[in-house]
Nanobody
Framework: QVQLVESGGGLVQPGGSLRLSCAAS????????MGWYRQAPGKQRELIAS???????NYADSMKGRFTISRDNAKNTVYLQMNSLKPEDTAVYYC?????????????WGQGTQVTVSS
């Protein structure tokens, strides 16, 4: 079991920046993928970006340019740098962990952190 704890959310003005962090703990497989998703009110959860333990990244097309994902394997932590934030970026942001093991795929979700972009 892997536990994920997100932090860094909050209220920011349009055009501002935030950096989210997600720390993983527990039975972490070294070969894994961590990612960030978000869910706005009344909408489905959507992928922002993911990053493998080998630092390969994948971004949703609509998220390219203003969002940057990174990770620190030594700290089992993934980050999401968000710049030029817009009101439509308001959502709950979730961290995700996935690993493929001999027992099958494993995955965990964090509890989410609220990001509100408003003046």
């Amino acid at each position: 079991q892997v536990q994920l704890v997100e932090s860094g959310g909050g209220l920011v003005q349009p055009g501002g920046s935030l950096r989210l962090s997600c720390a993983a703990s527990g039975s972490i497989y070294s070969d894994n993928t961590m990612g960030w998703y978000r869910q706005a009110p009344g909408k489905q959860r959507e992928l922002i970006a993911s990053i493998t333990s080998g630092f390969s990244t994948n971004y949703a097309d609509s998220m390219k340019g203003r969002f940057t994902i990174s990770r620190d394997n030594a700290k089992n932590t993934v980050y999401l740098q968000m710049n030029s934030l817009k009101p439509e970026d308001t959502a709950v942001y979730y961290c995700n962990y996935e690993a493929v093991t001999m027992l099958g795929p494993l995955g965990s979700w964090g509890q989410g952190t609220q990001v509100t972009v408003s003046s």
